[in-house]
């Protein structure tokens, strides 16, 4: 039977509300069978049509039709790759896909109010689903945070309270303010990690059953790469897919933690101090599960890139110009693809890479309208 662990071993059931461990460190699902693809429930249109993949049954999904996002192709200097705009989600980012089992679950076990931190896509995604489960949301996010995202969770209903300082003074607060409100971070809680493991399940499926070469994901805090690194470590349990795909992973070079464990073959990230970034929903200094993180993209075979300051803004243009408006911190993933492939990480004729674009720059007007005028 599957429960929470963290990292000093110690399991928790999995129908108590806990968002850490007794000592404090991140919990995660025990491992899983995974499924199969006639586990599948097909006339579901959302990425619960995966519900059999989950640890615990959910009687009644808080959903507002997250998932089957569409699976397009694009060219990158003659590579063959395809890209899943996540901006499809209802609050336009890939971070409903953790949110919705989240919710659910938070629900079904009675929470009626809970405090989330969030650089701006997370806390707006918390929002809506908040509204949609009937719980009291209160957002703490960085008063840098863009201020769609910051409407959006106002509109959804939730308290929003802005925190001077960095990403990370804002992830402190809500530390701080767990003690009086139920923290349902989607940094910390395990169940947000089983809903973007479902993403792999989805691509799976895109591909017609088959596994993907290499995923390019962007990486702040990782909830993607764990969630992928989940997934698919299912699917190859299950004996649906014969290999797990490797991770490649960007993060903005003036907030790269993880890259620089990565490439220094540590374990964990160092504490430093990093310069503020145009991509700010990967920026946060020190992220919680670091040492997941770093073992997943090892155990996948993977790679990491840090992408220069002043490569995001021609990358947004860049993938604007071909009908995908991604924000900055989606679009890190375009140079990201030109290093690995001169690092020959990435090469024409292996199999299909998927790049994730996490969400859309709609939802980065300030930022990439100060581009804009910028670049005229």
Excluded at 278 to 286: F, L, P, V
Aim: proline share 7%; hydrophobic share 45%.
């Amino acid at each position: 039977m599957a429960t929470l662990v963290d990292r000093a071993g110690r399991h928790y059931p999995l129908d108590e509300p806990r968002w850490r461990g007794e000592d404090g460190s991140p919990l995660l699902v025990t491992p899983l069978p995974g499924i199969t693809r006639a586990d599948i429930d097909l006339p579901v249109r959302s990425q619960w049509r995966y519900a059999a993949a989950l640890p615990v049954p959910i009687e009644h999904p808080v959903s507002l039709g997250e998932g089957l996002t569409p699976l397009l192709p694009l060219d990158v200097d003659g590579l063959a790759l395809h890209v899943k705009p996540e901006w499809f989600n209802p609050t336009a980012s890939f971070k409903d896909r953790g949110t919705t089992v989240m919710m659910s679950v938070l629900r079904q076990q009675g929470i009626t109010a809970m405090l989330e931190d969030s650089s701006g896509n997370g806390g707006s995604s918390v929002a809506a689903y908040a509204a949609a489960a009937g719980i009291a949301a209160t957002i703490l996010a960085p008063q840098s945070t863009s201020t769609a995202k910051i409407q959006q969770s106002r509109v959804h209903g939730a308290a929003v309270r802005l925190v001077p300082g960095t990403r990370q003074a804002t992830a402190d607060e809500a530390v701080r303010r767990s003690a009086t409100t139920f923290y349902a971070s989607h940094n910390w809680h395990p169940f947000f990690l089983q809903g973007t493991k479902l993403l792999a399940y989805e691509i799976w499926e895109d591909l017609d059953f088959t596994a993907p070469e290499a995923v390019v994901v962007p990486c702040g805090a990782g909830s993607l790469v764990l969630g992928l690194h989940a997934g698919f470590g299912e699917l190859l349990a299950s004996g649906a897919i014969t290999r797990r795909p490797r991770l490649l992973v960007a993060q903005p070079a003036n907030c790269s933690p993880v890259t620089a464990a990565f490439n220094a073959g540590a374990a964990r990230v160092s504490a430093a101090a990093w310069a503020p970034t145009m991509a700010e929903g990967t920026a946060i200094a020190q992220p919680v599960r670091d040492r997941e993180v770093l073992a997943a993209i090892r155990e996948s075979g993977g790679s990491m890139t840090a992408v220069a300051e002043q490569d995001i803004a021609p990358a947004t243009f860049e993938l604007a110009a071909r009908g995908l408006y991604a924000e900055p911190t989606s679009s890190i993933v375009l140079p990201a693809i030109r290093t690995f492939r001169e690092q020959g990480v990435i090469e024409a004729g292996q199999g299909p890479v998927v790049v994730i674009l996490t969400g859309t720059a709609l939802k980065a007007a300030d930022t990439v309208g100060r581009l804009l005028t910028t670049s005229e």
